[in-house]
């Protein structure tokens, strides 16, 4: 059972535009959401985390928004730049211990 | 600041051999953790550690796998025997919970090709 859904294989966008990408889980207790960035034979590289205590953190360019009752996350990338272009995973803190359960990914191609 | 250390980088091995992979976390940190990437079934955690002991295994896929972790800068991740359906990307991260977060920083990976 996929706990943590990214139901959009993949987003093309073009350069200077909002980049959004969405992310959906099932689990309420999930307390804390990261999201990863990964390019082709690399190691994913941590972007940007919330707690759920919060409904937005911000860094930069990046954004991420947590709407509990909804059981949904999305980051926004504003403005989109090419070297965005990779693949980004979301992630939840089980319930317990340090485990994350990732999403599936979504492909993000920023056009310029 | 040296990341997360994986060797080697890629692996090409005949069924039925051994395999084994290893991994050196960031200096400091207290959690690792090893992953597998498929195209099938994404990413998956295997076999996590805190403090060089094992917390939880419930990922690795069968007993031809196990992991073990000596000290605080080294673990391995022992394949044997070795089988096709093993071939994918193992991740090494390791991560550490005095900055209060979960954040977990990976390595660059190892790609295992078993033929």
């Not at chain 1, 960035?37 to 707690?51: M, V």
């Not at chain 2, 403090?51 to 796998?65: C, K």
Request: charged share 20%; net charge neutral; proline share 6%.
């Amino acid at each position: 059972d996929q706990q943590v859904k990214q139901n959009s294989p993949s987003l093309s966008v073009q350069e200077g535009r909002i980049s959004i990408l969405n992310c959906d889980y099932t689990n309420s207790m999930f307390d804390y959401f990261l999201w990863y960035k990964k390019y082709p034979a690399e190691g994913p590289t941590f972007l940007i985390s919330i707690s759920s205590i919060k409904d937005k953190n911000e860094d930069g360019r990046f954004t991420v928004f947590l709407n509990k009752s909804a059981k949904h996350l999305s980051l926004h990338i504003v403005p989109s730049q090419p070297g965005d272009s990779a693949v980004y995973f979301c992630a939840a803190r089980g319930e317990y211990g340090n485990k994350l359960v990732f999403g599936a990914g979504t492909i993000l191609r920023v056009k310029s | 600041d040296a990341g997360v250390i994986q060797s080697p980088r890629h692996e090409v091995t005949e069924m039925g051999q051994e395999v084994t992979l290893r991994c050196k976390p960031i200096s400091g940190h207290n959690s690792l953790f090893w992953y597998r990437q498929t195209m099938m079934r994404g990413l998956e955690l295997l076999i996590y550690f805190n403090n060089n002991v094992p917390i939880d295994d419930s990922g690795m896929p069968e007993d031809r796998f196990s992991a073990k972790m000596p000290n605080a800068s080294f673990s391995t991740l022992k394949i044997q025997p070795s089988e096709p359906r093993d071939s994918a990307v193992y991740f090494c991260a390791s991560s550490t919970r005095l900055a209060g977060g979960f954040e977990q920083y990976f390595g660059p990976g190892t790609r295992l090709t078993v033929t």
